[in-house]
């Protein structure tokens, strides 16, 4: 007892400051649209300041790992593998083929551009998985150093403001192009970066566009685990073990990710609890990235070059062709 209100005692005032910053976030959203998890990360940069006073900073290391890794973990609730097959085989290796193509292809050009494996990795998988919640799942597993929260929040708010413009203007360009119903759901939902966004999108078309869409969205969101799986993989066999640093085989928050995802697609819990699920992974994933607004300093975020910039629309761009490119062999 003694232990546990001494670790509530030096966490409660960090956890305090993320709540705030969270409902502020929250408040804005509701009210004027603006993107939750966007202004829960500018609001935490702007209070920076606050992380280096030694009271709230164990509240705040808390929020940006333990509680980002159960957000994460939660998603998995989100998904079923029945969900997914309803599409058909075509849909399903589309967006999977989308994912691994764009993360290879962050690689290929980050190192082209200059930039190593750690943002090239962080922006692709952001892209090509789930937006600010994949950028933060894989910055969970990836080795830190004095650029880390920097690389994150760049990937944050670059993500988050192509995926609103991609909002907007993918369902035009998906009506140029004449794309059928079906066409126009697995391409918003293969392409566009976060789910809120991609629900955005589709039910700007019809109701059974966003229906459609969004499952196609989870479809990437499940393979957040095989991919961080595999990540950590490589972190395993590149970092020497004398070192004693080395990450786990599979990352604790994966192996809950997966547990849920699986329990959920034999349909061993119910509605009620999954969308409580759903909710609480929402709430956990705005305070963590809260906290690493918190502890990122603007200054440090300007001095992201053009590259970095050009890389984020570069994937951004190649994803859609991607995609556009399979619709088109498939013939929806």
């Known amino acids: 007892m003694t232990r546990l209100r001494a670790w509530l005692h030096a966490t409660a005032p960090g956890l305090g400051v993320v709540a705030m910053i969270v409902l502020a976030a929250q408040f804005v959203s509701d009210h004027y649209g603006a993107p939750a998890m966007l202004m829960a990360l500018l609001f935490g940069?702007?209070?920076?300041?606050?992380?280096?006073?030694?009271?709230?900073?164990?509240?705040?290391?808390?929020?940006?790992?333990?509680?980002?890794?159960?957000?994460?973990?939660?998603?998995?609730?989100?998904?079923?593998?029945?969900l997914a097959l309803s599409l058909g085989w075509p849909v399903l290796v589309l967006a999977i083929a989308g994912v691994a193509a764009t993360i290879l292809f962050g690689f290929a050009l980050g190192r082209a551009l200059g930039h190593g494996d750690k943002f090239a990795f962080l922006s692709g998988g952001a892209v090509a998985i789930c937006g600010a919640s994949a950028a933060m799942a894989i910055a969970a597993i990836l080795p830190r150093d004095?650029?880390?929260?920097?690389?994150?929040?760049?990937?944050?708010?670059?993500?988050?403001?192509?995926?609103?413009?991609?909002?907007?203007?993918?369902?035009?360009?998906?009506?140029?192009?004449?794309?059928?119903?079906?066409?126009?759901?697995?391409?918003?939902?293969?392409?566009?970066?976060?789910?809120?966004?991609?629900?955005?999108?589709?039910?700007?078309?019809?109701?059974?566009?966003?229906?459609?869409?969004?499952?196609?969205?989870?479809?990437?969101?499940?393979?957040?685990?095989?991919?961080i799986i595999l990540a950590t993989l490589a972190l395993r066999r590149s970092t020497p073990a004398v070192t004693?640093?080395?990450?786990?085989?599979?990352?604790?928050?994966?192996?809950?990710?997966?547990?849920?995802l699986v329990v959920n697609s034999l349909g061993l819990v119910p509605s009620v609890i999954s969308d409580i699920a759903a909710h609480l992974s929402r709430w956990f994933l705005l305070a963590a990235i809260a906290a690493v607004g918190?502890?990122?300093?603007?200054?440090?975020?300007?001095?992201?070059?053009?590259?970095?910039?050009?890389?984020?629309?570069?994937?951004?761009?190649?994803?859609?062709?991607?995609?556009?490119?399979?619709?088109?062999?498939?013939?929806?």
């Open 45 to 82: 940069i702007a209070l920076h300041f606050l992380s280096e006073e030694p009271r709230p900073r164990p509240g705040i290391d808390l929020a940006a790992s333990s509680v980002l890794r159960l957000g994460v973990a939660l998603l998995g609730l989100r998904i079923s593998a029945d």
């Open 146 to 227: 004095e650029k880390s929260e920097e690389r994150l929040v760049f990937t944050v708010v670059g993500i988050t403001i192509l995926s609103t413009f991609a909002m907007i203007t993918y369902p035009i360009l998906a009506e140029v192009l004449g794309l059928s119903q079906m066409a126009t759901a697995v391409f918003l939902g293969a392409t566009i970066h976060d789910v809120a966004q991609v629900v955005g999108a589709g039910f700007s078309v019809s109701p059974e566009t966003g229906e459609i869409a969004a499952v196609v969205k989870l479809i990437r969101v499940a393979m957040l685990a095989p991919v």
């Open 244 to 260: 004693g640093s080395r990450p786990p085989l599979v990352p604790a928050f994966v192996l809950g990710f997966f547990g849920l």
């Open 294 to 332: 918190l502890k990122t300093s603007l200054r440090d975020v300007l001095k992201v070059g053009s590259g970095a910039i050009a890389l984020l629309v570069a994937e951004t761009v190649f994803l859609a062709v991607f995609v556009l490119a399979g619709l088109s062999l498939l013939s929806l």
